[in-house]
């Protein structure tokens, strides 16, 4: 099956003007003007293009596929996520992993349920451990579940800087940054350490420490809910400028926000209004996690559950309330997290790149159609394939 997308606005993500994309066999064969198509038998859709605009596939450094939370007891483990919950918002890949609960949340329940949302359609990848240290692994070893299982390009999110964390000491993360290192350089994979940072006062200094102290280059690192406060976002923004990717976290609640927390379109927009590079920063969804809210004391007083649609969300709040350009905020929903990640076929509008588009009405930035590896997944702003229970 040919599919022939015709004169979009392609963003790849930055602005190539008028275009035609030709997918073949789930990538991207050609992007040119004026492609003509002459073929005899061959089964082949065209789309009118003209009204929208063509960006890649949004890329979700973080969500919990199989669902998180519990910190209110049993009845407050969230669900698990949907295809459409991500397909319909213009995501196409998502990078999993466990949280607070690595217990009754587990490693190959993760593994599964990524499986099968890759048969659904999506693109699915996935953390080793949980916030905890010793890490939870399947084989027994950070640098073995990265090395020998496919879907594993990492390990996170290791929790520092929170009550809920192990605490580690500055040695630990180092040799969990070196086992992950190790365990990607062997199988070609980034290796990353996904960091969840709380509100502790250290915020980011472990991760100093052990950078100044062992050979383990800062790069290992990618922290996540940097938007927490203006304090924590600007504490990092030496690091950014040293080739540090940061991440904001897009789900948020109204009582987060009352306490400090910028949404994940304002602090885009402050980190690049200080002078941030817009290739340094990310924005995640969390999506399917708790968002829990505790007092001074550390007592939870309220939950809530993340969202992946709060990525396409996001992005509309950072062009149409921030002002901050679309080639701007598609390197912080998709480029930049695949870039930091080593997932080299994502992110992008390029020739022999996976076919991970999204196609945008260009007044209103509404999705019309999505397409994943080339599998039309949304059309007319429709789910055109839904989850096997669904």
Known sequence: MLTLIKNSQVYSPEPLGARDILICDGRI?????????????????????????????????????????????????????????????????????????????????LLAKAHALEHEGLNIFCYTGSYEVPVRTVT????????LIDQFIGVGEVAVADHRGSHPSAHELARIASEARVGGM???????????????????????????QYPVPLTQFYPTHMNRSVALLQHGYDLAKQGMVLDVTA?????????????????????????????????SSD??????????????????????????????????EHSIPINAALHAVSTNAARYLGLTQKGQLREQGDADIVLMHRDSLAIDSVWSRGKRLVADGQAVVHGTFK
């Open 29 to 109: 064969a050609a992007i040119a003007e004026n492609i003509s198509l002459s073929l005899q038998g061959a089964s082949h859709t065209v789309v009118d293009g003209s009204n929208f605009y063509a960006v890649p596939g949004f890329v979700d450094p973080l969500a919990h596929i199989t669902g998180g939370g519990g910190e209110g007891g049993f009845h407050t483990r969230t669900p698990a996520m949907n295809l459409t919950d991500a397909s319909l918002f213009g995501v196409t890949t998502l990078v999993a992993g466990l949280g607070t609960d690595a217990t009754t949340r587990s490693l190959p329940d």
């Open 140 to 147: 027994g070893s950070v640098r073995d579940d990265i090395l």
């Open 186 to 212: 062997l199988s070609g994979k980034r290796g990353i350490v996904f960091l969840h940072v709380g509100e502790g006062a250290e915020q980011l200094d472990l991760v100093r420490q052990v950078c100044g």
């Open 251 to 283: 789900s948020t609640t109204p009582e987060l926000l009352a306490q400090g927390e910028l949404s994940a379109a304002h602090a885009l927009a402050q980190a690049l209004a200080d002078g941030i590079d817009k290739t340094q920063i990310s924005i």
């Open 287 to 320: 999506g399917n996690a708790s968002l829990p809210d505790f007092d001074a004391a550390g007592n939870l007083v309220g939950l809530q559950v993340g969202r992946v649609a709060s990525v396409y969300e996001a992005f509309v709040s950072a062009v149409t």
